[in-house]
């Protein structure tokens, strides 16, 4: 996951007024791509979804006009501004965010625990009154702190909140993030760290966001990893390693094996891909996440 908006050019070269990707397909460069090889044929089998950030360029009323061409129906990381134009469009808000304060500055810090109790508060309402689920939440940056100190102060504040998302049916996720690469100093940074957590917490509404690219940089054993903890895993983000690009051949991690691992051991929640197009081509762009889902899609 990130915070920023990508300074791509547009995936909609040429494509005119901003609505016109959901007015009809072909209309617009990366509708054409897709509409020559509608219909996708999904099984059904993963609950597909993407990060609204690594399509940063489209609108959010684009997005989901893609999403809904190439055959699923769900975005991560949207918050209550947005949710209208998803409800439109049928598409779900499949992992909500806006209650963090930032990826720096989280849970782990208790000088933050009375500003983020006051936002999460709010928000586990509104993500309960929109109809969703799933809430992302951070640790934030260890700024010199011991683990420990840090899982005692998540667990902490965390556990101030967890009523009321219990209350309302929203499940929190902390993200694994990697702080060799992306998040230098980024705490919850391994899944030992963040399994011990959930633990301390013991709620069913506090789960983690395995994001598999991450993971891969600062442990690997992917498969074995989610395989054994799978019961503290609400939902996967995808992406290339190395680079956080297509799920090709160019990199090393093989994404059928993983998703029929994820399948296997009954897992309901979404997979979603996190990948940043390498190329500024809006065909290609478009292309690129129809081949991530069909890869995933086991």
């Known amino acids: ?129 929109a109809g969703y689920t799933n809430l992302i939440c951070f640790s934030g940056n260890a700024r010199g702190m011991d683990p420990e100190d840090g899982l005692n102060a998540s667990a902490e504040g965390l556990k101030q909140i967890m009523g009321a998302a219990e209350e309302r049916g929203v499940v929190l996720h902390m993200e694994l993030l990697n702080s060799k690469v992306d998040h230098p100093d980024y705490l919850c940074d391994n899944s030992a760290w963040g399994i011990e957590l959930c633990r301390r917490i013991g709620s069913p509404n506090f789960k983690l966001l395995y994001d598999i690219y991450h993971m891969q940089i600062m442990e690997g054993d992917v498969i074995r990893t989610l395989t054994d903890n799978i019961d503290y895993f609400g939902h996967f983000h995808t992406a290339g390693n190395p680079g956080r690009n297509e799920l090709d051949e160019t990199q090393e991690l093989f994404y059928p094996a993983i998703c029929r691992a994820i399948l296997d051991t009954g897992f309901t929640g979404y997979v979603a891909q996190e990948f940043i197009p390498s190329s500024d081509d809006p065909d290609t762009a478009a292309e690129a996440l129809r081949a991530a889902v069909m890869t995933c899609d086991v």
Not at 68 to 86: H, N, S
Request: aromatic content about 4%; glycine content about 8%; some cysteine.
């Open 1 to 129: 996951m990130s915070s920023i908006t990508l300074s791509r050019r547009t995936l909609l070269r040429g494509a005119g007024a901003a609505g016109a990707l959901a007015a009809v397909a072909g209309n617009s460069a990366m509708s054409t791509a897709i509409a020559q090889q509608a219909p996708t044929t999904l099984k059904g089998n993963i609950n597909h979804s993407v990060a609204r950030w690594t399509f940063g360029d489209l609108s959010v009323d684009e997005l989901c006009t893609l999403v809904k061409e190439i055959g699923f129906a769900a975005i991560d990381l949207v918050g209550p501004d947005d949710w209208p134009t998803l409800q439109r469009h049928g598409v779900d808000s499949s992992m909500c965010n806006g209650a963090e304060i930032s990826l720096e500055d989280g849970w782990a810090e208790p000088d933050n625990h009375a500003e983020l109790i006051e936002r999460y508060l709010r928000h586990i309402d509104l993500v309960a009154e």
